[in-house]
């Protein structure tokens, strides 16, 4: 059993979000704990304070995270990992004491409490946390677009006004379709990289997930399944695509759904050049496990995404690894590039064959695309894995010189 104990006035040093990570407790009886939003010194926040903070807390020389935010409980610390909504968890007072008992599937935590008044602060915090509702932070207006699982909808935040997207998923769905869409909650939860999407708030009630993310205003690329873009447009994209496909294979995920409708765009960039950010992340899954200290392959053999999209090794239900984001990148390229699919085909038995056996379609003569174009998507769509560059590299190209 894991032990807290909490004071509302702590002789403590100011810290931030990032410091918390390495700041040790200088006490090495129980500890305390404290609130490190935006930087603040430690102090306590009464009631639903609790329901939006991220907080430290002590025990002896063992250092705790408990994090709050949207509905979501984070447990962390030595030996300790945990994740769950509010709903799959009890709080309680303690029997015998002024203490707080935590009980989630795993373990039992007792936060131990000064008195009776910071025992009622604790429930009064997990018991927001429980009632929290997208709609007392978001206000829902139209809908935009869909994920893999659900609709999208604008969105503007009630705190800051800011507009989002929200992405709604009914939790009446199969058993297939629910496990895919809690790996991609876990997945969202641990991404920061300018070239993803950003996930604001996670909510969950008994029947819907929301997750609220940031609202790129420029819509996504769905228009190269019908005209190119044109070669720089085509560079400045495939070069943010590729650092953010770099980003996920280095904490080893895979995407396998990359395509236009899941690439956004935004403003922010440079005349001409939106920001670029990767989303939908429904059929994500790991092809590595660092788990362990060491870096364990993981094969792939599930058929998921885009028919276009889909690599050789994957449509032959081959175990398959990352590359299989390399080949949607080449596909992805050909469309901004020529304003149609590498692989010619009228029905989908004829497009999965001349995928795996690599017939590729004849360009019209007369397109006007750089040699060094072509060169890079002739290295993203070869048919052995092995030989397609990963991202990193791929990033390294000539074509990208002047980028």
């Not at 430290?56 to 984070?74: D, E, W």
């Not at 009446?172 to 869409?181: D, I, M, P, S």
Request: charged content about 25%.
């Amino acid at each position: 059993m894991a032990n807290a104990t909490f004071a509302e006035n702590l002789e403590l040093p100011q810290i931030t979000d990032s410091d918390a990570q390495d700041w040790v407790a200088p006490r090495t009886d129980f500890g305390k704990v404290a609130s490190l939003r935006h930087g603040a010194m430690p102090c306590f926040i009464e009631g639903t304070g609790f329901s939006r903070e991220q907080v430290l807390c002590f025990a002896k020389k063992v250092k705790y995270n408990i994090v709050m935010a949207g509905n979501t409980i984070k447990l962390k610390g030595q030996n300790l990992d945990e994740e769950m909504t509010a709903l799959e968890c009890h709080v309680e007072k303690a029997k015998n004491s002024n203490n707080v008992m935590l009980e989630t599937l795993n373990r039992e935590i007792e936060l131990i409490c000064e008195d009776e008044s910071v025992q009622q602060s604790w429930l009064k915090a997990f018991e927001s946390v429980r009632a929290n509702d997208v709609s007392n932070y978001y206000q829902i207006e139209g809908v935009i677009g869909s994920g893999s699982f659900g609709s999208v909808y604008m969105g503007k935040s009630l705190e800051t006004g800011e507009n989002v997207a929200i992405k709604t998923i009914e939790k009446k769905q199969t058993t297939r379709a629910r496990v895919l869409c809690e790996r991609e909650l876990k997945t969202l939860r641990n991404l920061n990289h300018v070239n993803v999407v950003k996930t604001h708030d996670i909510f969950e009630t008994k029947t819907m997930i929301y997750i609220v993310m940031e609202l790129m205003t420029e819509g996504d690329l769905a228009d190269v399944y019908n005209r190119p873009i044109g070669e720089e447009a085509a560079k400045n994209i495939t070069a943010q695509v590729l650092r953010a496909v770099a980003y996920l294979h280095g904490k080893g995920l895979v995407h396998r759904d990359i395509k236009p409708q899941n690439v956004l765009l935004g403003a922010g960039g440079s005349p001409g050049k939106p920001v670029v950010k990767l989303a939908d992340f429904g059929l994500a899954s790991f092809f590595k496990n660092s788990s362990s200290g060491g870096e364990e392959a993981i094969r792939l053999h599930s058929r998921v995404g885009t028919a276009l999209f889909m690599s050789p090794e994957m449509l032959n239900v081959e175990a398959y690894d990352e590359k299989v984001d390399i080949w949607a990148c080449g596909v992805l390229l050909h469309f901004m590039l020529f304003g149609s699919s590498p692989f010619f085909a009228s029905s989908k038995s004829e497009l999965f064959k001349n995928i795996t056996q690599g017939t590729r379609e004849k360009l019209p003569r007369g397109t006007r695309v750089s040699k060094e174009a072509r060169d890079l998507v002739n290295q993203l769509l070869q048919l052995e894995p092995t030989m397609r560059p990963t991202a990193s590299e791929a990033r390294l190209h000539p074509w990208f010189a002047d980028t």
